[in-house]
Structure formats: C-alpha cells, structure tokens
C-alpha cells in the first residue's frame, strides 16, 4: 500500500516540477499552438506538448520508487513484468504523438502508430475476452481489443479541444478505475492508475483555464491509450463481455464524444478524421457557457459516470441493465439538450416518411433520365418532360428549342409563393419550370434535382438530335455526281 500511494505522490511532485520546466523549454524552440479564430480559442501562442511533462512523470515515479529499499511482496514481482510491457506499447504511442506535435502526421500515419501499439499492448496481456471457453475466441478478440484500444486512444484526442478538458476527464476516469482496484484487490491496476492520478493533478494546475500548456497529441493520445488498457486490466477478471460495461461507463464521455463526431460526419458525408465545431465542448460554448464552465459541467457529467461505473462494479450483475438504462436515459437526454441538427434532421427522415419519398423521388428521376435516353425526336422529348413535370408536382413547363415552342400548364393557377426556375439548354434552347413554394420539406430536393437531370440529359440529347436532323438536311440538298455529269453533257 505505501508502494501505490507513494507512486501518486512522487508522480505529482514530479509533474508539478518537470511541467514549467518542459513548457518553457518548448516555448524557447518555438513548438507551440496559435489561434485560428475558428476552433482553437485561445489567445496567445501556448507550447503544445505537456503530454511530455505527463510521461516523464509517470515512469520516473516507477523507476524512483523502485530504487527505494522496501521488500516487495510476491504480488507486486508478479505485476511487474506485465507494467514493463505495457510500458512498450505506451511508449510507441507517445512517440507517435510527439512526432505529430513536432512534424505533423498524416491521419492514416498516427492510425497505423496506435494499431502497432495496440497490437503490442494485446501480446503483452491487455486482451478482452468475449467467451474465454470458446475455440473460436481468438478470431474475435484481437480485433476487438485493438479495436478498443484505438478507440480510446483517439477519443481522448478528440475530446482535447479546450483548456483542462482531457486532462480533467482522464483524471476522473483514472480515479474510478483506482477505486475500483481497491474494490476488487487488483494491484497490477492499482501500481498502474496511480501514478497516472498524480502526474495529471499535477498537470492540471498548469492545463485548467486559463492554460499556459497544452497535453498535444503525445498527451492526449498517451491518456486515451493507458485508460484503454486500464479499463482491460479491470474487467479481466469477469469471465464475460459484461465485464467491459463497468470500464465504458468511466469513459463514457470522451467515447460518446468520438461516436457522435463519427455519425455525425457519416450523415453528413463529411471525412471522419476532420475537424469541426460539433464537439459536446463547441456545443455548450454556442450555448453560452464560458471555457472554465464547460470543463466544469463536463466534469460533473464525468463524475456521474463515474458513479455509475462504480456502482456497476459493486453491484455485479444484479442490477446491471437497470445501470445501463439509466445511464442511457441520462446520455439521450444530455444528446438532445445539445441540439445536434444532423441528428434532428435524420429523425425528422426516418419519422415523417420524408426517406421513403426521397427513395422513391430518386427512382422516378432516374426513369425520367432513361426515357430522355431513349427519345428520338424532339417531341418525344417534349413528350416527356411534359409528363414527368406533371408527375413531380410542377404547376406549368415551357420548353424552346431552335424552331418550337412548346408549353403546358397542369391545373389552375394557385396563389401563392412560387419556385420560377429557368435552365438553359443547348445553344439558344431553354426549358422554364413553374412550382408552388408551399412548405415542402422535399420542394427545394425535387426542383433541384428535376433541375440537374433536365440539364445533364435533356440538353446533350438535344444537341444530338440537332445535329442528326442538320446531317439529314445536308444530305438532301447534296447533288449526287452522276447527276451533275449527265447536267453537264446536255449543256454541251
């Protein structure tokens, strides 16, 4: 015991001291942050690679504390070897945030740093199994503990968007996962979250708004890696999937935060590894909340999911699902209040019937395309486009080519706002098209679109059959050469 408690007191004094000290000394080299007036919001450049101070910390409490003459027990000679080796695969993580901070990566380069990371992190023991007695358990849990692993590594980076934000959150997972040691006598996670604990108190006194030093990516992935690796470490001692519940609840803010930026940009067909301002931190600075009381909310939101988790631990299985249900219920509720439009919008599809008409609006536009396809005259074409407009609600449909006009009006002339679009054909051709604007969540979908197919096959089309009809007429006015001969000898 005095072992763990001495590793958290070292790791803070450590982190309290080396964290000025790496600050200014990145400062002096120049690697620091600057604002953008987008979504980094501070206001003077701040060096960017504190992780650097987090990870010192962290290892040199082990090495001190091991240099000091206590008799450890069998237990403790039993976890080493297994920290030493997750040592390794934290390492490679942090290096590769380091260089990121320091070079910059491609996406797919720090991707491939943390699944190499990850894939060492699973040899050295952190594996999470689904059925333990199961021949076929190997094929799935190695991706699945990768899978978690990087999950968890990049959450925490997506989440490190505001002063004191993923240094506060991981040091409020790294306390439940630390209680929860102490609740299951499991010392392995034990020697492993306290030093964490200590070097981000002592962290945070520098990183809590206004900061004067960010973690980076070598801090933030660093954070999200180890407390992946916690989280296995705590629930491998339940003989199923069940046992991962307890550890997702500890870190259910910063991996809620990463879903919803995934399905976020998925519904919007946005790149996954972008940035934008859809965060939960953005969300509650656009409703008005200062920098300081974001953290601090989120903190709160961190503290009852650390209840949750803890109350899961203690409980075991007996009221799980009432757990779960619960906290689902807190997270929906939590989702809704921060006004997210893709997902209001993807409801309002899905509830209205609005999806069902957009599939059906597309199948009837592409067997539009494919009778212009078909056409060939220029009254067939007219022929249909006059038939299609009807069909997709136009009020009337004017079409001019080189030497027609045609036109058609569908039923009485409503009162009213109206959509009046003109899009222009082949040459000199045009086709006009008159709609109501009454309060049609699809109008502005069907004009658009009816719009777009008409000009990308209705215009070439036309240009075609054009030029068919022009050959046609050449041909007719050509004069054949024996004719023009037997002309010629009779004028002789």
Not at 73 to 98: H, M, N, Y
Not at 270 to 280: A, E, N, T, V
Not at 362 to 372: G, Y
């Amino acid at each position: 015991m005095y072992l763990i408690f001495g590793l958290g007191i070292v790791a803070f004094a450590l982190s309290i001291i080396l964290t000025p000290i790496v600050r200014d000394w990145f400062r002096r080299l120049g690697v620091v942050d600057r604002p953008d007036g987008g979504r980094k919001l501070h206001t003077g450049a701040i060096p960017r690679v504190g992780g650097v101070a987090i990870a010192l910390s962290y290892v040199a409490a082990f090495a001190l504390m091991l240099q000091l003459p206590f008799q450890y027990d069998s237990e403790v000679q039993r976890a080493l070897p297994g920290i030493w080796k997750l040592f390794c695969a934290a390492g490679l993580v942090f290096i590769t945030g380091l260089f990121d901070d320091l070079v910059g990566y491609f996406p797919w380069q720090k991707l491939a740093g943390q699944v190499w990371a990850a894939m060492i992190a699973y040899f050295a023991g952190v594996q999470i199994h689904i059925q333990p007695q199961n021949p076929l358990n190997l094929w799935w849990n190695i991706p699945l503990s990768i899978i978690w692993l990087v999950g968890c590594t990049n959450a925490f980076n997506l989440i490190d968007g505001l002063d004191g934000l993923a240094a506060g959150v991981g040091l409020f997972a790294t306390c439940t996962m630390l209680l929860a040691a102490f609740a299951n006598h499991n010392l392995q996670l034990a020697l492993v979250t306290m030093p964490l604990v200590g070097a981000l108190i002592g962290f945070l006194r520098y990183n809590f708004n206004p900061a004067s030093v960010f973690l980076g990516d070598c801090g933030s992935l660093l954070i999200g890696f180890l407390l992946g690796c916690f989280g296995v470490l705590w629930s491998q001692k339940s003989a199923t999937m069940l046992g991962m519940t307890a550890p997702l609840l500890a870190l259910a803010i910063p991996l809620l935060d990463v879903g919803l930026s995934i399905v976020r940009r998925a519904l919007r067909h946005q790149p996954i590894f972008g940035g934008d301002r859809g965060h939960i931190h953005h969300k509650l600075l656009a409703r008005g909340l200062s920098v300081r009381g974001v953290a601090l909310l989120l903190y709160g939101a961190c503290g009852l999911t650390a209840a949750f988790s803890l109350m899961l631990n203690a409980l075991r299985n007996e009221f799980a699902g009432i757990i779960v249900v619960l906290f689902c219920l807190c997270a929906w509720i939590g989702i809704q209040h921060l006004g997210y439009v893709e997902f209001a919008t993807a409801r309002q599809l899905l509830s209205k019937g609005t999806f069902r008409r957009i599939i059906d609006f597309q199948t009837r536009l592409k067997q539009f395309e494919q009778a212009l396809d078909k056409a060939t005259s220029v009254d067939q074409c007219w022929e249909i486009v006059s038939a299609s407009s009807r069909d997709f609600g136009f009020h009337s449909v004017r079409l001019a080519t080189g030497d027609k006009v045609f036109e058609a009006v569908f039923g009485e002339d409503a009162a009213g706002p109206r959509w009046q679009t003109r899009i222009p054909l082949f040459g000199s051709q045009y086709i006009n098209l008159d709609r109501s604007a009454a309060n049609d969540s699809l109008a502005l979908v069907v004009v658009g679109g009816f719009a777009q197919t008409v000009f990308t096959t209705l215009s070439p089309k036309l240009k075609s059959l054009e030029e068919i009809s022009l050959r046609h007429r050449t041909q007719a006015l050509r004069v054949p050469d024996g004719e023009l001969n037997r002309a010629v000898g009779v004028a002789r």
